[in-house]
Structures are given as C-alpha cells and as structure tokens.
T-cell receptor
Framework: GESVGLHLPTLSVQEGDNSIINCAYS??????FIWYKQESGKGPQFIID?????DKRQGQRVTVLLNKTVKHLSLQIAATQPGDSAVYFC???????????FGAGTTVTVRA | NAGVTQTPKFQVLKTGQSMTLQCAQD?????MSWYRQDPGMGLRLIHY???????DQGEVPNGYNVSRSTTEDFPLRLLSAAPSQTSVYFC?????????????????FGSGTRLTVV
C-alpha cells in the first residue's frame, strides 16, 4: 500500500540552530498532512498541519513546507531547544477518508 | 475536557489470554481509531470507526476486534494474545468534519497502553 516515509531516522542538532526534518509521501490523493511530536512514554502530540491546497504554513517556531510536485513535506524548527528532543512523525490523510498513514519517524536529539 | 482517555496504561498478559483495551473521548468526535507502535516504526492502523455502529479494518487487523456502540467509546479486544502483539497501543479521534480551507481535523491521541504478552 501507499505510505509516508521520513528520509532520516535520526537528527542531531546544536541548541539554538534550526532543524529541518524531511518526509516523502507517495499517495498523490492525500489532501492533508500533519506533523506530530512524540516524547518518551507519551502519545503523539499535534505540532502543525497543512492542506494540499497550501505550500507553506507557519506556527510558533515551526514551519511546514509542502512540495506536491515531488511529494515532499518538511518541518522546520527555529532556534531548536532541548525540549524539542523527541521523535517526529509526519502523517498523511487520504482524500476520501479520515485514516492517517504515518512514516517511521525521525529522532531529534538537541546537543547543549 | 479530558480528550482521549486510554486504560490501562500498562498490561502484562500470558499467551492465549484475552483482554480489552479501553478508549473514551469526550469531544463528540465522529471518527475513532486504534494504532499500534512497535520499536523503530511508525504507527500502524489496526481498526477504525467513522461513527457509532460502524467499524472497519485498518492495515493490521488480525487478532483484534472492535465495536462502537456509542460515540464516546471504542474498545479494542485481543481475542487470544500472542507475543507478536506486544506493542504500545494508541487510540485517536477526530471530529471528521472539514473546518474550512485552513482548519484542521483535530486528530487527538491518547497517552497509550503498553502491552506485553509473555
């Protein structure tokens, strides 16, 4: 079946630097994408989302970019902080239902 | 407003035992779903429901049953536990209604149930 995947399983970032987490998806019918953050022992927490009719959306310290031409999604975290250390997942929703498909996740470690 | 509540948080079962993982939401969400998460992997969809009385299979449904008698509750039943079902289980819900061009579907996850089958 079609799925969402992340390019790198781990990312180490210096505190204060910007982080970029990438995700590739294969379902061209997907119309909605979400980035989740999961801390150890907790459930996924919503970070930011974007619809397929947009190519960029900004939140507090986070920006999501969507490139439908190459089916690529990215999450940018500005001024990365120790509290940003977590596993980050991208998820996509197909056009005709509410099921979410998840990538394998990227573990972000922030170095002090 | 509690969101999505899962019980128990931890459970150890012996092979062949059955049990029910509970999930309840108080947001009047139409859509509810169960995922399992295994080490180094993303979340995989087990079963989902688009409303009371309606359920369907996800990506990995074998060995699990669900029912949706009310909007609020969506229990997951393990019929005969196997070591391969050792995992962390998450329940999620969404309002299932479009909220405009920039609105989100409000997917909310519970805190998970860590299940070990020995």
């Amino acid at each position: 079946g079609e799925s969402v995947g992340l390019h790198l399983p781990t990312l180490s970032v210096q505190e204060g630097d910007n982080s970029i987490i990438n995700c590739a998806y294969s379902n061209s019918a997907s119309d909605y994408f979400i980035w989740y953050k999961q801390e150890s022992g907790k459930g996924p927490q919503f970070i930011i989302d974007i619809r397929s009719n947009m190519d960029k959306r900004q939140g507090q310290r986070v920006t999501v970019l969507l490139n439908k031409t190459v089916k690529h999604l990215s999450l940018q975290i500005a001024a990365t902080q120790p509290g940003d250390s977590a596993v980050y997942f991208c998820a996509e929703k197909g056009g005709n239902d509410y099921k979410l498909s998840f990538g394998a996740g990227t573990t972000v470690t922030v170095r002090a | 407003n509690a969101g999505v509540t899962q019980t128990p948080k931890f459970q150890v079962l012996k092979t062949g035992q059955s049990m029910t993982l509970q999930c309840a939401q108080d947001m009047n969400h139409e859509y509810m779903s169960w995922y399992r998460q295994d080490p180094g992997m993303g979340l995989r969809l087990i079963h989902y429901s688009v409303g009371a009385g309606i359920t369907d299979q996800g990506e990995v449904p074998n060995g699990y049953n669900v029912s949706r008698s009310t909007t609020e509750d969506f229990p997951l039943r393990l019929l005969s536990a196997a070591p391969s079902q050792t995992s962390v289980y998450f329940c999620a819900s969404t309002r299932g209604v479009r909220t405009g061009l920039t609105g989100n579907y409000g997917y909310t996850f519970g805190s998970g149930t860590r299940l070990t089958v020995v």
